[in-house]
């Protein structure tokens, strides 16, 4: 099986800086609508048997015009970002920021229990994509799309190749960004890595 996994468009809080995890619902900006057209035009002819999103707009959105060919489609919650607690949807202040800073340096010496007050940590999120990442490896489609969230693909990523969390800031990722993968068995290798070809 052949696994095409992409991150959302790109939406005004992208632009303005505001904290967008599981309780911001946005939708794409023009940019990200053509982030989307693009790779529709791109990969439209590709085959894909099978369409996954988490239960976000945004996510949905992206690739809608593969939903609209009447493709499979589910949606999950496990493959909703992560929920940044009480800063999700606000413009961070310098405090918050601060305090930003600090999760992600703990996360980076192996502390995948902290997380932002009233927010998920990464072993959360990790739990929570587990029956995703199962449904993957039993998915029949030769050919699966599936669109989700920068931090949370990190955390996915990670799943899928049965590596520690301390790799996933080394998944790169940029609006409509593509992460290709091959199954073999129940075994995931990286083909491609946070590729934007498909937006020249």
Same mark, same amino acid.
């Given at each position: 099986?052949?696994? +095409?996994?992409? &991150?959302?468009?790109?939406?005004?809080?992208? #632009? %303005?800086? /505001?904290?967008?995890?599981? &309780?911001?619902?946005t939708d794409l900006?023009?940019?990200?609508?053509?982030?989307?057209?693009?790779?529709?035009? +791109?990969?439209?002819?590709?085959?894909?048997?099978?369409?996954?999103?988490?239960?976000?707009?945004?996510? /949905?959105?992206?690739?809608?015009?593969?939903?609209? %060919?009447?493709?499979?489609?589910?949606?999950?919650?496990?493959?909703?970002?992560?929920?940044? @607690?009480?800063?999700? @949807?606000?413009?961070?202040?310098i405090l918050e920021?601060?305090?930003?800073?600090?999760? %992600?340096?703990?996360?980076?010496?192996?502390?995948?229990?902290?997380?932002?007050?009233?927010?998920?940590?990464?072993?959360?999120?990790?739990? &929570?994509?587990?029956?995703?990442?199962? /449904?993957?490896?039993?998915?029949?489609?030769?050919?699966?799309?599936? =669109?989700?969230? @920068?931090?949370?693909?990190?955390?996915?990523? =990670?799943?899928? #190749?049965?590596?520690?969390?301390?790799?996933?800031?080394? +998944?790169?990722? @940029?609006?409509?960004?593509?992460?290709?993968?091959? &199954?073999?068995?129940?075994? +995931?290798? /990286? %083909?491609?890595?946070?590729?934007?070809?498909?937006?020249?």
């Amino acid at each position: 099986m052949e696994l +095409f996994l992409i &991150r959302h468009g790109e939406t005004d809080y992208n #632009l %303005l800086g /505001i904290v967008q995890g599981s &309780r911001v619902n946005t939708d794409l900006n023009h940019t990200g609508k053509t982030q989307s057209a693009k790779f529709y035009e +791109f990969f439209k002819d590709h085959g894909f048997e099978k369409v996954y999103t988490s239960k976000l707009n945004r996510s /949905i959105q992206s690739v809608q015009s593969f939903i609209d %060919l009447g493709i499979a489609w589910e949606q999950h919650e496990a493959l909703n970002e992560i929920d940044w @607690g009480n800063t999700d @949807g606000q413009k961070a202040t310098i405090l918050e920021h601060e305090e930003y800073v600090e999760t %992600l340096k703990k996360w980076q010496k192996g502390d995948f229990e902290t997380r932002m007050p009233g927010g998920e940590s990464p072993i959360d999120v990790s739990i &929570r994509q587990k029956p995703m990442v199962e /449904i993957l490896k039993k998915e029949t489609a030769s050919k699966v799309l599936v =669109c989700m969230h @920068g931090r949370a693909m990190r955390i996915f990523l =990670c799943n899928l #190749l049965g590596v520690s969390l301390t790799e996933m800031d080394n +998944f790169e990722h @940029g609006n409509l960004c593509l992460y290709k993968l091959k &199954r073999n068995g129940d075994q +995931f290798e /990286i %083909l491609l890595s946070n590729s934007t070809e498909h937006l020249k």
